[in-house]
C-alpha cells in the first residue's frame, strides 16, 4: 500500500509534505474525527493546529515511520494537548455522535445511519486504547504494529487491546441488535 | 485469514468511514487556515525543554550543597564572635583555662553585689566600702 511506504531521508520539502498531507486529508479527517469523540468542531480544530505544528516544524518527520502513521500520531497529540482545554470549555460532551441528518423518505440510508450511529455509541463504551487501536486497523486499515506506532505502545499492548476490544465492540453491536 | 467478526466489523467501519467522508473540510481551507494561523502567531509556544533526570538531580544536589555551605559558615561565624566577646583574645595564642570568664558571667551581677563580696570589719560600717569615713583634726581629740 502506497501509505505505508515510509518516505525517505531525514525532513522533507515544504511542497512534497503539503502534497503528501492533501493525499491523506480525508483519512486525517476521520482520524481526527475518533480523536475528538466525533465533534466535527473540535476535530477541525484539532487538524488545524496538527497542520500549524507541522507548518511551524514543532512536528518534524523524520523518516523511522511512514508519513502516514507520524501524521496521525501528530493528530493524536495535538488533541490529548489540546483536550485539556475543551474538556473545560465543553464539559458534558464527551460522548458527541454527531451523525449525518438523513435524506428525507431514504429508508436504506436511514437505516445505514442507525448502524453508524449504534457503532459511534458502541466505541464510545470501550477503553480509549481499544478504541484507538479498532478505530486504525478496521478504520484506516493499518497493521497492529503500526497502530502501535501511532498510539505509542508495544506491540504486545496494541495487540492485547486490540484483542479484548474486539471482543466488547462485538458483544455491545450484538446487544443492540 | 481474517474471521466472520473481523469482515463484519470491517462492514461497519467501512460505512462509517463512507459517510463522515462525505463531509470533509476541503484541505485547501485547513491548510490555508493553519498557514495563516502561523502567520498571525509568529511566535508559536516553543515546546517547554525535558531536563533529563540526572541533571535535575545534579542540579538538587548542588543546591543543598549551596544551602549547606552558606548556614555552616553563618554558624562558624556567629560561635566565633560569642567566643571573642567572652574572652580577652590575642591572637595566635589560645586563652587559659584560668582567665576563662563565661560568656553570660555578667548576668549574674547585680547592683549592690560588691557591699557584699567580703565581710565588713568589726566596728565598721558597710557604707564604708563605697563612701569613706572623713578625716577627723588632730587638735579636737579629747
Redesign the interface.
Known amino acids: 500500500m502506497q501509505d505505508n511506504v515510509p518516505a525517505t531521508g531525514r525532513g522533507m520539502e515544504r511542497s512534497q509534505l503539503?502534497r503528501e498531507?492533501?493525499r491523506l486529508?480525508?483519512e486525517s479527517?476521520?482520524w481526527a474525527?475518533a480523536c475528538c469523540a466525533r465533534d466535527?468542531e473540535l476535530a477541525?480544530e484539532a487538524?488545524?493546529?496538527a497542520?500549524?505544528r507541522i507548518?511551524?516544524g514543532?512536528a518534524r518527520f523524520d523518516g523511522r515511520s511512514s508519513v502516514k502513521t507520524w501524521v496521525f500520531g501528530v493528530i493524536r497529540r495535538t488533541a490529548q494537548d489540546e483536550a485539556r482545554f475543551w474538556r473545560v470549555r465543553h464539559s458534558g460532551t464527551e460522548e458527541a455522535t454527531e451523525?449525518?441528518d438523513p435524506a428525507p423518505g431514504a429508508d436504506a440510508t436511514v437505516e445505514?445511519?442507525d448502524?453508524?450511529a449504534a457503532?459511534?455509541t458502541a466505541l464510545a463504551g470501550l477503553s480509549p486504547r481499544q478504541r484507538e487501536v479498532?478505530?486504525l486497523v478496521?478504520?484506516h486499515d493499518l497493521t497492529i504494529e503500526e497502530a502501535a506506532g501511532v498510539m505509542h505502545v508495544s506491540l504486545g499492548s496494541a495487540r492485547t487491546h486490540y484483542e479484548r476490544g474486539?471482543k466488547a465492540?462485538?458483544e455491545r453491536?450484538e446487544e443492540r441488535r | 485469514m481474517t474471521l466472520p467478526e473481523d469482515d463484519r466489523l470491517h462492514t461497519h467501519f467501512e460505512s462509517l468511514r463512507d459517510d463522515e467522508r462525505t463531509h470533509v473540510p476541503t484541505f485547501r481551507e485547513t491548510w490555508d487556515a493553519a498557514a495563516e494561523r502561523a502567520r498571525t502567531t509568529p511566535h508559536v509556544r516553543a515546546p517547554i525543554p525535558r531536563i533529563p533526570p540526572v541533571l535535575a538531580l545534579a542540579a538538587a544536589a548542588g543546591v543543598l550543597l549551596v544551602v549547606g555551605l552558606v548556614l555552616r559558615s553563618v554558624r562558624d561565624r556567629d560561635s566565633a564572635r560569642l567566643f571573642a566577646d567572652s574572652t580577652i583574645h590575642v591572637p595566635g595564642v589560645a586563652p587559659s583555662i584560668t582567665t576563662w570568664t563565661s560568656p553570660t558571667a555578667g548576668l549574674l551581677r547585680t547592683s549592690g553585689s560588691e557591699l557584699l563580696a567580703a565581710p565588713p570589719a568589726l566596728h565598721a560600717s558597710i557604707v564604708d566600702r563605697v563612701v569613706p569615713a572623713p578625716v577627723q583634726p588632730r587638735g579636737n581629740t579629747p
Open positions: 503539503e498531507l492533501e486529508h480525508a479527517w476521520g474525527l466535527r477541525e487538524l488545524q493546529s497542520y500549524l507548518l511551524t514543532r451523525v449525518a445505514r445511519l448502524e453508524n457503532l459511534v479498532l478505530q478496521f478504520y474486539k465492540l462485538a453491536l
